[in-house]
């Protein structure tokens, strides 16, 4: 048996870390000394010990470690999810390394066209967008299509709304599924868009919206307060402003 501090020094973890994952259920100890309060683990924990810190190194957060822990989601699931995150945010530090003095032109097609937003039925996270970043919002999403077991059916996207009201402004991250159903599944569908392609990278798409508040301002076009980012697999991005 180890005291609390023994085991951590053999686990080389910190003993704050082992407190908490005492609270959080993960790793409580085998004995508990009635008489002095101490807490001795057994040599056999030093396995689960070594699995929490593996996770938690990949970046499993507690509350994921313990959905795993209480089999309520596979480890594969979860890490899977995690890597579709870590690859997206690569791909955005990838984005933002390329430098460029000149700026980019949208790519081909940057003068706006008119289509509707496709109907497609979605998985979806709400989130405000000061509190969450994409990839993080989207991690989320394909664990809980992996979970159901539901191969998404488009890329994923973002419904941004109330864009004239400075506290309503929200975000909501959207998986498209197919015909599944279920209470976090929506409808989403715009009949009219201004709709712009464009190519140079996810870091960058802030150029495409200013494009399109260029185009509706020659043309006196009014457009109402939602805006929608398809994220593409080739770092294209399909942004769509709905129409008023």
Same mark, same amino acid.
């Given at each position: %048996?180890?005291?609390?501090?023994?085991?951590?020094?053999?686990?080389?973890?910190?003993?704050?870390?082992?407190?908490?994952?005492?609270?959080?259920?993960?790793?409580?100890?085998?004995?508990?000394?009635?008489?002095?309060?101490?807490? /001795?683990?057994?040599?056999?924990?030093?396995?689960?010990?070594?699995?929490?810190?593996?996770?938690?190194?990949?970046?499993?957060?507690?509350?994921?470690?313990?959905?795993?822990?209480?089999?309520?989601?596979?480890?594969?699931?979860?890490?899977?999810?995690?890597?579709?995150?870590?690859?997206?945010?690569?791909?955005?530090?990838?984005?933002?390394?390329?430098?460029?003095?000149?700026?980019?032109?949208?790519?081909?097609?940057?003068? *706006?066209?008119?289509?509707?937003?496709?109907?497609?039925?979605?998985? /979806?996270?709400?989130?405000?967008?000061?509190?969450?970043?994409?990839?993080?919002?989207?991690?989320?999403?394909?664990?809980?299509?992996?979970?159901?077991?539901?191969?998404?059916?488009?890329?994923?996207?973002?419904?941004?709304?109330?864009?004239?009201?400075?506290?309503?402004?929200? %975000?909501?991250?959207?998986? *498209?599924?197919?015909?599944? %159903?279920?209470?976090?599944?929506?409808?989403?569908?715009?009949?009219?868009?201004?709709?712009?392609?464009?190519?140079?990278?996810?870091?960058?798409?802030?150029?495409?919206?200013?494009?399109?508040?260029?185009?509706?301002?020659?043309?006196?076009?009014?457009?109402?307060?939602?805006?929608?980012?398809?994220?593409?697999?080739? %770092?294209?991005?399909?942004?769509?402003?709905?129409?008023?």
């Amino acid at each position: %048996m180890y005291t609390r501090g023994q085991f951590a020094i053999v686990g080389k973890v910190g003993r704050k870390a082992l407190r908490i994952w005492d609270e959080e259920g993960l790793l409580s100890p085998s004995y508990v000394n009635e008489e002095n309060g101490y807490n /001795y683990y057994d040599e056999s924990q030093l396995i689960t010990l070594e699995k929490i810190k593996r996770l938690r190194k990949i970046g499993l957060s507690i509350y994921e470690i313990k959905q795993i822990f209480d089999g309520k989601c596979s480890e594969k699931e979860l890490i899977d999810s995690k890597l579709r995150e870590m690859d997206l945010n690569l791909q955005e530090i990838r984005s933002l390394a390329v430098s460029d003095d000149k700026e980019k032109e949208a790519g081909p097609g940057a003068t *706006p066209d008119i289509c509707s937003f496709e109907r497609c039925r979605c998985l /979806y996270v709400d989130e405000n967008v000061d509190l969450e970043n994409l990839g993080i919002s989207v991690g989320k999403l394909y664990e809980k299509a992996s979970i159901r077991g539901i191969k998404p059916s488009g890329s994923h996207f973002v419904i941004y709304k109330n864009l004239s009201d400075e506290e309503g402004l929200s %975000m909501r991250t959207c998986l *498209p599924v197919g015909d599944h %159903m279920g209470e976090d599944t929506i409808e989403v569908f715009e009949e009219k868009c201004l709709h712009l392609r464009f190519t140079e990278g996810f870091s960058k798409v802030a150029r495409a919206h200013i494009l399109i508040k260029e185009y509706t301002d020659e043309n006196r076009i009014s457009c109402a307060d939602r805006v929608y980012e398809v994220y593409n697999k080739d %770092m294209s991005v399909d942004v769509y402003h709905a129409l008023a």
